[in-house]
């Protein structure tokens, strides 16, 4: 199997942009149309949206899918047409609760289940595609470029329908939704062709033939396997820890600049541009620092410039220590420079994000082989339990909070205080997880033989 260059992660980073076009629609589009136009209670579509998330606790099995077939090209495509139709099915949902409320609502559940279920297919496999294929040198410069054009297929798709949008009708709302679902499942059908290559035969699991239940059963052992795995068992960890700091604050920033630091709405989401424009000069710092370092290889002082375990660390420790200078603006409102704290912020998360990645798509191959989409799928549905919750327990402990602490400044201080101590431990976290570890040789004199075995068998399978 041939290493990607540089126009296949570019392919890559298509599929990932058409993903996040459609994604973007359910989660902030049609939110917004609930609240604003409906006048829904703005709980249901943080409900639909943490359904949404729930769902994601299917990538495991996703991914192990994958595993057993080889391939992860039907993977990307079955999901991408199961994205598309949750995005049609979630705005005609929408449609219909102004006439029908509770058919709409149920309707709408099925619809971002949908959606939920597409992007695990689909998101897990792509992952998998990257971790195997990209070389090590070019795993930073390469997740930097597939999370850009996510965050551009975000933007663009957001302008384009915002423009389409006006004015407003159920009608317009239904035909733009579709017009993005079914041409980026146009767009994912080019874009694959011949990307992936022939069938792994290396990594494909035997097929099933003990009996119905056989593939549940296989899956939980698989599952467990991965588990098992020290390293893989502890960066799960570090991604549900990591991640539930990194959405915590999102949803408590612009109110917390509005409160305190009097900012207008428009203001305040300046603010969030800013942040934004942090975590893509954090990516391009940490993807400019890979190439340097698999550059100064010859040079053992300058090498770990490059280390995708560094910058996830420290990354880490960087937006503890801007979260806890949030902190202090709580505290010293009149003084505290926010839009530059806001923008080191964002520079941390970005450096930690691209380190993280990078780093998951290292370990993505360590341990028992076979296991690559499992192992995935894991790490996948550990962020999207820690995104669901993030959102929940940041707005929750602010209003908690502000309940029990008159001075706003202080309870937002304190609740600050509290994710940067989260990333504190995810810093920890990452530093332990420490080299690659080696596969697990098998346990008895029977592994060893079934190993041989499976060894020889894939041998008679192999082109």
């Known amino acids: 199997m041939r290493p990607f260059g540089w126009f296949d992660v570019f392919r890559v980073g298509l599929l990932q942009a058409c993903l996040g076009a459609v994604v973007v629609l359910t989660t902030s589009t049609l939110n917004r149309v609930m609240v604003v136009e409906l006048a829904l209670p703005a709980l249901l579509p943080g409900v639909l949206v943490a359904l949404h998330y729930a769902v994601q606790m299917a990538r495991p099995r996703m991914g192990y899918g994958s595993d057993v077939g080889g391939r ?34 149920l309707l709408a559940g099925a619809g971002y289940a949908l959606v939920g279920l597409g992007v695990s297919a689909s998101g897990t496999s792509l992952l998998v595609m990257l971790a195997k294929r990209v070389p090590e040198g070019r795993r930073a410069g390469a997740a930097t470029l597939v999370w850009m054009m996510m ?21 317009r709302l239904l035909a733009v939704s579709s017009s993005v679902s079914v041409l980026a499942l146009l767009v994912t059908l080019v874009v694959v062709h011949g990307l992936e290559g022939p069938r792994d035969h290396a990594t494909a ?26 390293v893989a068992r502890r960066f799960t960890i570090f991604v549900f820890v990591s991640m539930l700091a990194y959405s915590a604050q999102d949803l408590i920033l612009e109110p917390f600049a509005g409160s305190v630091f009097g900012f207008s709405p428009g203001a305040s989401t300046q603010l969030s541009g800013v942040q934004h424009g942090g975590v893509l000069a954090g990516m391009i710092l940490v993807a400019l620092a890979g190439a340097l370092g698999a550059r100064w290889q010859a040079r053992p002082w300058l090498r770990h ?29 009149d003084a505290w420079p926010l839009s530059t704290n806001v923008f080191l912020l964002g520079v941390a998360n970005g450096a930690f994000s691209i380190g993280a990645i990078g780093s ?85 004199a029977e592994g060893a033989r079934l190993d041989l075995s499976t060894s020889r068998h894939m041998q008679g399978h192999t082109p």
Not at 96 to 102: A, E, F, R, S
Not at 151 to 171: D, K, M, N, Q, R
Not at 208 to 229: I, K, M, T, Y
């Open 360 to 444: 998951m798509m290292r370990l993505a191959n360590e341990g028992r082989a076979s296991r690559e989409g499992t192992r995935m799928g894991l790490w996948g549905a550990s962020q999207a339990i820690a995104f669901g919750l993030g959102g929940l327990i940041g707005t929750a402990a602010s209003d908690i909070a502000r309940a029990w602490i008159a001075e706003l400044g202080t309870a937002y201080a304190l609740v600050f205080g509290l994710e940067g101590s989260l990333f504190v431990l995810a810093a920890i976290l990452a530093w332990r997880l420490g080299a690659p570890a080696r596969r697990p040789r098998p346990a008895s």
């Open 72 to 105: 992860r090209t039907p993977w990307i495509v079955g999901g991408m047409a199961v994205l598309g139709l949750g995005g049609i099915v979630a705005a005609l949902a929408t449609t219909w609760m102004d006439t029908h409320p509770l058919s709409g609502m």
């Open 205 to 230: 699991q035997a097929p099933a033939s003990d009996g119905a239940d056989a593939p549940a059963l296989r899956f939980r052992q698989a599952l467990a396997e991965v588990w098992d795995e020290p």
């Open 151 to 171: 965050i551009a297929g975000f933007a663009l798709t957001a302008g384009l329908a915002g423009h389409w949008l006006e004015p407003y009708s159920p009608a």
């Open 305 to 333: 410039v490059g280390s995708l375990r560094a910058w996830t660390v420290g990354g880490c420790i960087a937006s503890a220590l801007a979260l806890y200078g949030l902190t202090l603006a709580g505290l010293e409102a």
